[in-house]
């Protein structure tokens, strides 16, 4: 009778048991007032990019990396907000798009821009050689502080086709997109994206509306798989793309 009881006793307990709590969302700063404007930041990715993804296409979730990017985003949009000569009352930044993604590099077959020769060099080895000189100073600036020299630099990073690692586009929304070939534009190795449209709302009900999407590389130079520089480096700059095209937008500087 004893033993019967105790298998009752935890038949029950395991019935009681709850499902586990689901995973918790990305520190996402609440909303604050800095500056006069209440500064809010709403996520309204769609759930697949919520979600860590393995593979050779990876995903990962922003808290990943250190700063925080959504800390980051904020701080940039109060930096903003200090820099207007015309205070908003309220800046709502509506992000779409915000992820880190990491993807193998393409499948080692014969490159042709080898057989394409300036001097001595070939077009693929001045990209890797002009790649690590852009990267050190971008590395080197970050550290410092130097934004004009970061953004400078930044912009002489290349793809494997030779396009610029940073791209800051404007216009009108994306159609709304699948998980499916969405990554195409994330370039081997480690990105970050970040794609918002941020509204100002002033006191006699007029409105801005500022629309912006980033890319920015961060290259791997440990020579591993150790990619944990490269992508807090691509949210660093993403997120300063970000800030500069909303400067763009609104008449100010760029930093």
């Not at 709403?42 to 250190?66: F, H, K, M, N, S």
């Not at 159609?175 to 100002?200: F, I, K, N, Q």
Request: aromatic share 6%; net charge neutral.
């Amino acid at each position: 009778m004893r033993g019967l009881g105790l298998s009752a006793v935890f038949l029950i307990i395991v019935g009681c048991q709850s499902a586990p709590p689901a995973a918790p969302r990305e520190a996402i700063p609440p909303p604050f007032t800095a500056h006069g404007a209440v500064i809010a930041i709403a996520d309204e990715r769609y759930d697949w990019e919520r979600q860590p993804v393995d593979g050779p296409t990876a995903i990962y979730r922003l808290g990943r990396v250190l700063p925080n990017p959504w800390t980051q985003l904020a701080k940039e949009t109060e930096t903003i907000v200090a820099a207007l000569p015309e205070k908003p009352q309220r800046v709502d930044v509506i992000v779409t798009s915000f992820r880190l993604v990491r993807k193998e590099g393409k499948p080692s077959i014969h490159d042709p821009s080898d057989n394409v020769k300036i001097g001595k060099q070939s077009v693929a080895g001045l990209n890797s050689r002009q790649n690590q000189v852009a990267y050190e100073q971008l590395h080197s600036a970050t550290q410092a502080g130097d934004h004009q020299v970061a953004n400078a630099a930044g912009k002489g990073l290349l793809f494997d086709n030779g396009n610029p690692s940073l791209v800051v586009q404007g216009g009108k929304p994306e159609e709304p997109e699948a998980m499916t070939g969405s990554l195409a534009e994330h370039p081997p190795g480690a990105s970050c994206r970040v794609r918002a449209t941020v509204r100002l709302t002033y006191a006699d009900g007029r409105e801005k509306l500022v629309d912006v999407k980033a890319i920015a590389a961060g290259q791997n130079t440990t020579g591993s798989q150790y990619y944990g520089e490269a992508l807090e480096f691509a949210a660093k700059m993403a997120v300063h793309q970000y800030g500069n095209q909303m400067r763009q937008s609104l008449g100010l500087p760029q930093d």
